[in-house]
Structure formats: C-alpha cells, structure tokens
C-alpha cells in the first residue's frame, strides 16, 4: 500500500453505486480510487493488474455472483474485501455466507435521502480504512487452525430455559462484537453447552441483518438464539441479538429483567452500541454480570466493560492472536477494563467456567489480571 494512500477497487454492476462510491472515495484523505469494474470477470483481471489495497464488492452481479467472485479473490490474490449488499432478507443472508468465507467487512446500499446517503459516506470510508488494516492470509490461516475437522453438523437439541441451575438464573452475560463477529459467534454459540445464563449480544449490524443472523446462529446453537424484541424478558439458556438500528437495553423488574429496545442516535459511533448494552446490564446484574468483548474496530464496548467491573461483575476479552480486527476488545484491554483475556477456540470453555464462579473466585481471579487463560 502506498504510504498514506489506500487505493480501492469498485466493483459493481450499476454506474450509479459506482460513481457514488467513486466518488466518496476521491473525496476521502488518503484514499483514491484504484479502478471500476462491472462485472465479476472485469474485477478478477483488474485486481491482477491494480493490486488494490481494498476491494468494494457487490453481492449480486449477472453472470459472476459476488460470492464466486470473492472465493477466486482470496484462492488467488488474498485481498481485504468489503462486501456491499441491498438492504434486504436475502441480500443479508447472503452477506453472511461472504462474511464466513472470507470477506473482512460488509456495508449496506445507501436508502434515499441525504441522511441515508452522508451516514453511507462516513461508514464507507471507515470501513475501508479498518479493512486495509487487516492481513487476510493471516485471518484465513488463523481461521483454518480454528475449524474443527472432522465435526459433522447436526441440528441442535434446544435446551430447556427452565433446565438451568439457581445459581445461574440470575446472572447475564453480555456480549459485544463487530467486525469478524459472525463467524466467531459460529464458532461461540456452536460450542457452548447448557445450562446457561442469559446472553445478550450486540453485533454491529444494520436493520435486516440481525434476523437472519440470529437464525443462521440459532441453528448451530443449542441454546435459544433470536433477534430480541421490546419487552422480551430474560430467560436461561437464551441468547438474544440486538436489532439492527436500535438501542438495546436491560431493566430489572424485581426478580426479572426486561429488555427495552429504542431508537435514539450512535452511541461510541453505533447504533446498536455495545456500550449502551454493557452500561444497562451492569445496572441490572451487578456483580453477577460477565461482560465479554470480542473482534472489532473502533472502541465500542470500552466504556460497558469499564462499567461492568465498576459494578463488580467480571470481563473477559478476545485475544489478539484471534482476532480477525483486534480493535475494541485491544482497546478495553490496555485501558484496564478486562480481567482476563482468551482465545476463540476456548472461548465457550471460558464463559462457562466464568458464569459458575463464586464471587469469592472472581475477586480471586483479579489477582491475576490481564493473563490470558
């Protein structure tokens, strides 16, 4: 990459998106346009002659789709690509799949509306500029060592909410995650076993793609996995999806908490925002509240976990090693807001050891802090 500049690739079949985001790349300090493309095969020559620091990708394209497009592009010439999808059902749900394959990042065509089209503008650009960070034969390696061969994929048997010990019923776990989140939640959820506290996650992600993302990972979980909706009371062995676009909250009732979901603007930068979240849950649950912070840019979440030690709860953060974008769980870790750090592939080990500690352990536990189980 040239010092300062980070030279992008546009690839999509209407001129209009590609003049937009042409355009808003010119724009941008330290960013240029490296070449357009409309097509698939146009993309895959242009990359071999460009060498572009970034590739903006459309989802759907005729004759070549953005997922084959994205399989030739890392098998060939490994790139961070961003992919960019209609705001629909479908569009999100094929999004996912390029995100689980190997694209870094995703971002969502612009509505009507000058809004609509200046939020687009400054999500692009830092999209672009968190991608160009990322070095994605590193992120496909750690990846590969992360799978598990040989695992057969079976339909979960859903746990029963009631089938949870006491001890567990009234703690939370609070989750926040963002950039490379879908797969890691694949590899999290698939893993972790009932009985369990409540889960509460906060992915980064638009309107329309919290619903399928919480169906793809309710079929790998064996807990309860669902987009939360307003007035939805906390339950074991559930994890609930923040909605796209809203605020998600928590409120105690007496022995009960309700989850209270809003509008409002971003908050650390997102809206959901994880600092939101983490901030009601150490209200909620004090000390029986265990934050977790995982892959992302930025530093949402740096302020929830800051609040959910503050309460006397208990955070855990992703490591670096595997991270696909050590981001804002590194930022939480050097501010001293996380007790300990862990790798994905013990991550669900970890929760679980966590949420059945003592308070007497967890006070015990931060002798060691900031050592990485």
Do not use: W
């Not at 901030?279 to 302020?303: E, P, Y």
């Amino acid at each position: 990459m040239t010092q300062g500049n980070i030279r992008v690739l546009v690839v999509d079949d209407s001129a209009v998106i590609r003049t937009l985001v042409g355009d808003l790349i010119a724009a941008a300090p330290g960013a240029s346009v490296a070449g357009k493309a409309r097509s698939g095969r146009e993309a895959l020559d242009m990359i071999a002659s460009l060498r572009p620091d970034v590739v903006t990708l459309d989802i759907q394209m005729p004759e070549m789709s953005g997922l084959a497009v994205l399989n030739r592009i890392l098998r060939r010439q490994p790139t961070p690509v961003i992919m960019v999808s209609a705001l629909t059902h479908a569009g999100a749900a094929i999004t996912l799949e390029a995100l689980d394959r190997g694209a870094v990042d995703y971002i969502a065509k612009p509505g009507g509306g000058a809004i609509a089209r200046a939020t687009f503008a400054i999500e692009l650009i830092e999209k672009i500029r968190g991608a160009a960070s990322v070095d994605v034969r590193r992120m496909m390696a750690r990846r590969k060592r992360r799978a598990d061969p040989g695992v057969v994929s079976v339909p979960p048997t859903k746990a029963d909410a009631d089938a949870c010990p006491a001890e567990l019923a009234d703690k939370c776990v609070a989750l926040g995650i963002s950039t490379g989140g879908p797969p890691a939640l694949d590899k999290l959820l698939g893993a972790i076993r009932p009985p369990m506290p409540p889960i509460v996650i906060v992915q980064h992600m638009p309107p329309q793609f919290t619903g399928p993302l919480a169906t793809r990972l309710n079929g790998v979980s064996e807990l309860l996995v669902r987009e939360a909706a307003n007035g939805d009371l906390l339950q074991p062995n559930c994890v609930l999806i923040a909605p796209g676009g809203k605020h998600l909250g928590l409120v105690r009732l007496g022995t009960r908490v309700k989850v209270t979901i809003r509008d409002g603007d971003t908050v650390s930068g997102h809206i959901p925002s994880v600092d939101v979240m983490m901030t009601s849950a150490a209200k909620a649950f004090g000390q029986n509240c265990l934050g977790v912070i995982m892959t992302g840019m930025g530093r949402d979440g740096v302020d929830g976990c800051q609040a959910i030690r503050a309460a006397g709860g208990y955070v855990l953060g992703q490591d670096d090693a595997s991270s696909d974008v050590y981001g804002m769980n590194k930022v939480a870790f050097v501010k001293g807001n996380v007790d300990r750090q862990f790798s994905l592939n013990d991550a669900a080990a970890t929760i679980a050891r966590c949420v059945r500690r003592t308070k007497r352990m967890v006070s015990t536990a931060r002798v060691s802090n900031k050592v990485t189980i």
